[in-house]
């Protein structure tokens, strides 16, 4: 039935997964500890109907009632923001089989902003910019590891709307033009290199007090 994920045993109880499609499923680990892990597989169920399957699985998962057990519970562990601890997901199988109990988890609050900014790309940095040059505190938050967006991760070089636009976009236009080459002058900014609008941007944001986090 499906995929049928190699047992793993802890203090003598084993627990076999059977999985459908993609599911976030218990594993039970040496500790005696009940770890979630992402497994996937496009596998169909052999042997009985699609709605059989997923009744007897209670949504895909298919696991041995040592899983139900209250020594199965695992405490949260200690994070720590200073070094990029995980914040795991941890918890137990309900006694129907039904629901998965997530365990309680403290999750740090690391700073405070009037304006919290999501997301790093033109947009975002506009945001940011012309909330910190009016007097509140900003964070920018951004997924990459640099700002930009689509204009330096995605490796865009050339800006496609920036006629006729004023305030924050010719400032940008300015600084990609003149730290540039001489086809960013020539096109006037518009056709920039991603690594000096890297600079540009971070610097732009830095100088007007924005707080920015990366690979948030």
Not at 153 to 182: C, P, W, Y
Request: proline letters at 4%.
């Amino acid at each position: 039935m499906g995929h049928q994920i190699p047992r793993q045993r802890a203090e003598g109880r084993v627990a076999w997964l059977t999985i459908g499609i993609s599911w976030r499923v218990p594993a039970l680990c040496h500790d005696g500890a009940t770890r979630f892990n992402h497994i996937e597989s496009m596998s169909k169920p052999i042997g009985s109907s699609r709605r059989e399957f997923i009744q007897a699985t209670a949504g895909g998962m298919l696991i041995s009632t040592s899983l139900t057990s209250p020594d199965a519970t695992a405490a949260v562990p200690d994070t720590s923001p200073s070094i990029g601890n995980v914040v795991r997901t941890d918890g137990r199988l309900s006694s129907d089989g039904r629901q998965l109990l997530e365990a309680q988890r403290q999750i740090p609050v690391v700073a405070r902003s009037d304006v919290l900014v999501c997301g790093g790309g033109p947009a975002g940095i506009g945001a940011a910019l012309a909330a910190a040059r009016g007097g509140a505190s900003v964070q920018l938050i951004e997924v990459a590891g640099c700002l930009g967006g689509v204009w330096t991760v995605g490796l865009l070089t050339k800006i496609l709307d920036a006629e006729n636009k004023s305030g924050i976009m010719t400032e940008m236009l300015q600084k990609f033009s003149q730290r540039g080459s001489a086809i960013a002058k020539r096109w006037k900014g518009t056709v920039y290199d991603p690594e000096i609008a890297k600079l540009v941007l971070e610097e732009m944001c830095f100088e007007a007090g924005v707080k920015i986090r990366l690979h948030t």
